[in-house]
C-alpha cells in the first residue's frame, strides 16, 4: 500500500517503514544469505536469501517459507504467477508459491541472479552458465509466454550478468559484460557498454527516460537510454 516501504540490508534484517523516516525489523535473513532479491505485489512480499524463499501477505507482519534450496532470485507478475532462479536454472509457480516446477534447465553448471518482465508475458532471466574446460558465459533467456518456455537471446563468452532494471519494452541487464538492452518481445538487443566494458553493478529507471547506474570504476553515472524503434 502507498507508504509502505521494505528494504534488505547487508546484516542481513528485512527492514519496514511506513514514512520513510523510522524503520522497523521485520524479520532475517539467513546466515548463508548470497543474494537479496525482494517481489512486492500489493501487501504480500516475496524474498529469496540465496537459501530460501520466504512468503509476507501482510507487508511484513508474518512471514512463512516456502521453499528451500539455493534460490537467487524472484519476480511474480500477479499474486499466483511468479518465477524463480536458482542453480539449476529457473522455476515457475501459478499457486503463489505453494509449489513449484521447472521451466529451464541449465546445461553443465552456472547460475541465474536475476529475472525482470516488462509485462506479463514478456520477460528475461539474466546470469552465467558454465560451459567445457571451465569455460563460462554471461546468458541472457528471454521468455514470451510469462515463463512456461524460455529461448537464448543473447550468450557472451568470459562474462556474466548479475542485475538488471526495466525501461518501456526494454530489459537493461548489467554485470561483467556492461550492460544489454534487450526487448523480450522479439529478442533485439542494443550493447550500450560504449567501448571499453567495465562491471556494472546495479541499474535501476525512474522513469522511461532517466536511469542511473553504478559501475565498478566506481562512478554513479547517469545517462538517457537509446531511442527505442
Known amino acids: 500500500p502507498s507508504g509502505h516501504l521494505l528494504a534488505l540490508t547487508a546484516d542481513r534484517s528485512i527492514l519496514k517503514t511506513v514514512d520513510g523516516m523510522s524503520w522497523t525489523a521485520v524479520g532475517t535473513l539467513s546466515d548463508t544469505a548470497a543474494a537479496h532479491r525482494l517481489s512486492v505485489i500489493n501487501v ?36 499466483d504467477t511468479g518465477i524463480i532462479a536458482n542453480s ?31 509485462d506479463a508475458e514478456n520477460g528475461v532471466g539474466y546470469g552465467r552458465e558454465n560451459g567445457s574446460h571451465g569455460a563460462r558465459y554471461g546468458v541472457i533467456l528471454r521468455t514470451t509466454d510469462g515463463g512456461e518456455y524460455w529461448e537464448s537471446a543473447l550468450s557472451i563468452f568470459d562474462t556474466d550478468f548479475k542485475s538488471g532494471g526495466v525501461s518501456g519494452d526494454f530489459a537493461f541487464c548489467v554485470g561483467e559484460g556492461g550492460i544489454m538492452a534487450v526487448r523480450p518481445a522479439d529478442g533485439s538487443f542494443i550493447d550500450q557498454s560504449e567501448g571499453e566494458k567495465h562491471e556494472i553493478l546495479d541499474i535501476s529507471f525512474g522513469d522511461p527516460k532517466t536511469g542511473y547506474m553504478i559501475s565498478s570504476t566506481p562512478a554513479l553515472l547517469e545517462r538517457g537510454i537509446l531511442s527505442k524503434t
Open 44 to 79: 504480500s512480499a516475496w524474498i529469496v536469501d540465496g537459501v530460501r524463499v520466504l512468503r509476507t501477505m501482510n507487508y511484513g507482519a508474518d512471514w512463512d517459507t516456502l521453499r528451500e534450496f539455493g534460490v537467487y532470485s524472484v519476480h511474480f507478475v500477479n499474486l
Open 88 to 118: 539449476n536454472g529457473m522455476e515457475k509457480t501459478t499457486n503463489g508459491g505453494e509449489s513449484w516446477y521447472t521451466v529451464y534447465e541449465i546445461g553443465l553448471a552456472g547460475r541465474y541472479g536475476g529475472i525482470e518482465f516488462t
